[in-house]
Antibody, heavy 120, light 108 residues
């Protein structure tokens, strides 16, 4: 059973880069069985898929965010990360790390979420 | 891609049944049998309730059921209980995930 834990700054200034890390336990980030991804939820609003990465390094991004998003994997730490550049107040949200098994078409595992506020 | 369309709110009394709709297009909901539903209580992460249109993960009560007709998927909750009060999100997978705007279920 995978367990996911997000970490990173809770406050980011406008125009800067938001950086979050998801630490994985109960499984290997190098496994070919999972896609490792991020989903966000602005306060009081719905869910938005940001993107995901496969162990091979292949990435898949939401077209609306693609120009600002980078998802990467650190196998030595069993972690994967999100970077979102040029943030504005509209990027204020709870960010969840989320994992999909290769053989499924649903989000099988969720982190608890971390609130990131964009403000000066 | 536009978000899938869900009613903003639905309500029902304990013991009753409610249905939440989720409308997309032939490129998402209508094109694939990859619709999932998530329940979210305040301050908590979403929880998977239905996947592949109508399948239930282990541990999800059989009061929860899913279906699809054309470009519209539906989640039905029968025998409403107080703990079912939550936000519900539909999701379609077609190479990427597309969520609905969410529906707030109130148990009267």
């Amino acid at each position: 059973q995978l367990q996911l834990q997000e970490s990173g700054p809770g406050l980011v200034k406008p125009s800067e880069t938001l950086s979050l890390t998801c630490t994985v336990s109960g499984g290997s980030i190098s496994s070919s069985s999972y896609y490792w991804g991020w989903i966000r939820q602005p306060p009081g609003k719905g869910l938005e898929w940001i993107g995901s990465i496969y162990y091979s390094g292949s990435t898949y991004y939401n077209p609306s965010l693609k120009s600002r998003v980078t998802i990467s994997v650190d196998t030595s730490k069993n972690q994967f990360s999100l970077k979102l550049s040029s943030v504005t107040a509209a990027d204020t949200a709870v960010y969840y790390c989320a994992v999909r098994q290769v053989v499924t078409a649903m989000i099988d595992y969720w982190g608890q979420g971390t609130l990131v506020t964009v403000s000066s | 891609q536009s978000a899938l369309t869900q009613p903003r709110s639905v309500s029902g009394s304990p013991g009753q049944s409610v249905t939440i709709s989720c409308t997309g297009t032939s490129s998402d909901v209508g094109g694939y049998n990859y619709v999932s539903w998530y329940q979210q209580h305040p301050g908590k992460a979403p929880k998977l309730m239905i996947y592949d249109v109508s399948k239930r993960p282990s541990g999800v009560p059989d009061r929860f059921s899913g279906s699809k007709s054309g470009n519209t998927a539906s989640l039905t909750i029968s025998g409403l209980q107080a703990e079912d009060e939550a936000d519900y999100y539909c999701c379609s997978y077609a190479g990427s995930f597309l969520f609905g705007g969410g529906t707030k279920l109130t148990v009267l």
